[in-house]
C-alpha cells in the first residue's frame, strides 16, 4: 500500500495567516485528495486533485481558502488562507490505488491545526 | 447532500467478545462501501471493502455486511482485543460512471472501547 506523509504533523497559527500542508506520496498517483476532520467529528471532502489540473472543490469549499497545487504525481500541498479558529480541524490527504477488485484508499497521517 | 450515518456513537465490550458497528447511508447510487479504523492521533486505517454485488466479504477477523435493500452496512470484528479500541467510519461511494472511487462520503462514527 501507499505510504503518505504529511508535514506540518501539527501547528499553531495566528487568525489572519496562512499555512501550507504538504503531502507525499511514495509511489505515483492520478488522484490525490484533501479532507478536514473538525474536532471530534467525521471526514468531510474538500477537493480531488490531478496533476496537470486545477484541483475540483465540494460544496461548501472554495480556491480563495484552500488553494491546492499538484505539481507531480508524487506531491500536493494544500493551503488555509486567512485562518479563522474555526478553522481548526485536522487536514488529511489521501490517495487512492485501483486494483481489479478494490480501489483501496489510504490516508496520511494528517496535520492537526489549531488557530487562536 | 445525502449523507451516511451510524445508529451508535458508542460501543463498550469486553475482551474476547464479537462486536457489530452499524451504518445506515441514504444514497442509493453508493455500489462501493469502505470500513476505517482510526486511531487517536492518527490517519484512518483502511479496514475491508465490499461492493454492491456482494452481501457480504470476510477478512482476518473481520466481517463486512452489506444489505442494499435497507441501505445498512455492518463490520462485525471477532474475539475483540483492547487493540482494537479506536473510531469507526464507514464510508461510500459512488463512480458515476467513470472509473474511480476516491470521493469518499463517511458515516459519523462510532467509537469502540474494548475492556481487557
Known amino acids: 500500500s501507499a505510504v503518505i506523509s504529511q508535514k506540518p504533523s501539527r501547528d499553531i497559527c495566528q487568525r489572519g495567516t496562512s499555512l501550507t500542508i504538504q503531502c507525499q506520496v511514495d509511489s505515483q498517483v492520478t488522484m490525490m485528495f484533501w479532507y478536514r476532520q473538525q474536532p471530534g467529528q467525521s471526514l468531510t471532502l474538500i477537493a480531488t486533485a490531478n496533476q496537470g489540473s486545477e484541483a475540483t472543490y465540494e460544496s461548501g469549499f472554495v480556491i480563495d481558502k484552500f488553494p491546492i497545487s499538484r505539481p507531480n504525481l508524487t506531491f500536493s500541498t494544500l493551503t488555509v488562507s486567512n485562518m479563522s479558529p474555526e478553522d481548526s480541524s485536522i487536514y488529511l490527504c489521501?490517495?487512492?490505488?485501483?486494483?481489479?477488485?478494490?480501489?483501496?484508499?489510504?490516508f496520511g497521517p494528517g496535520t492537526r491545526l489549531t488557530v487562536t | 447532500g445525502e449523507s451516511v450515518g451510524l445508529h451508535l456513537p458508542t460501543l463498550s465490550v469486553q475482551e474476547g467478545d464479537n462486536s457489530i458497528i452499524n451504518c445506515a447511508y441514504s444514497?442509493?447510487?453508493?455500489?462501493?462501501f469502505i470500513w476505517y479504523k482510526q486511531e487517536s492521533g492518527k490517519g484512518p486505517q483502511f479496514i475491508i471493502d465490499?461492493?454492491?454485488?456482494?452481501d457480504k466479504r470476510q477478512g482476518q477477523r473481520v466481517t463486512v455486511l452489506l444489505n442494499k435493500t435497507v441501505k445498512h452496512l455492518s463490520l462485525q470484528i471477532a474475539a475483540t482485543q483492547p487493540g482494537d479500541s479506536a473510531v469507526y467510519f464507514c464510508a461510500e461511494s459512488s463512480n458515476a460512471g467513470g472509473t474511480s472511487y476516491g470521493k469518499l462520503t463517511f458515516g459519523q462514527g462510532t467509537i469502540l472501547t474494548v475492556h481487557p
Open positions: 489521501s490517495v487512492e490505488e485501483g486494483r481489479r477488485s478494490s480501489y483501496e484508499q489510504y
Open positions: 444514497n442509493s447510487a453508493s455500489d462501493y
Open positions: 465490499i461492493r454492491s454485488n456482494m
